[in-house]
């Protein structure tokens, strides 16, 4: 009898590589970096907190997500004009894969995220037992 497991091998190489994995290289250096899947998407939390969320499917899903309150919204906009609140989540930042700034607001975050800026990173809500 054939062993399953060596027919589906489950390497990191086997999985789907995101097309933009290459945000979250900086933070996998952290030792309190996780990275999980939510809604077809990439997220990375800091310290337990959802930081970051990059999605490669069709718009409104295809950029990166910035978890934060909207209390925040107004100085992390000012520092980078090209956030905006998502069109759907509006409680999150967002800013298009296709936007020219794209790359330069994607490394920026990603200091922010590891220099523990307050505006950044939110509590997630606890899972409901079924």
């Known amino acids: 009898m054939v062993n399953p497991e060596s027919i589906f091998q489950t390497t990191p190489r086997a999985r789907r590589r995101h097309a933009l994995a290459w945000i979250f290289e900086a933070l ?3 030792s309190s970096y996780i990275e999980t899947r939510m809604f077809g998407c990439n997220a990375a939390y800091i310290d337990g907190l959802l930081c970051l969320v990059i999605a490669d499917r069709g718009a409104p899903w295809s950029g990166l ?15 980078m004009p090209a956030l905006s609140p998502h069109p759907v ?27 523990r800026d307050p505006r950044v990173g939110v509590e997630p809500k606890p899972r409901k037992r079924r």
């Open 28 to 30: 996998e250096r952290d």
């Open 65 to 79: 997500l910035v978890c934060t309150s909207r209390e925040r919204h107004a100085p992390l906009i000012e520092e």
């Open 89 to 115: 989540l509006g409680k999150w930042l967002y800013i298009a894969q296709d936007h020219p700034d794209f790359e330069a607001i994607a490394e920026r975050m990603t200091a922010l995220v590891l220099a």
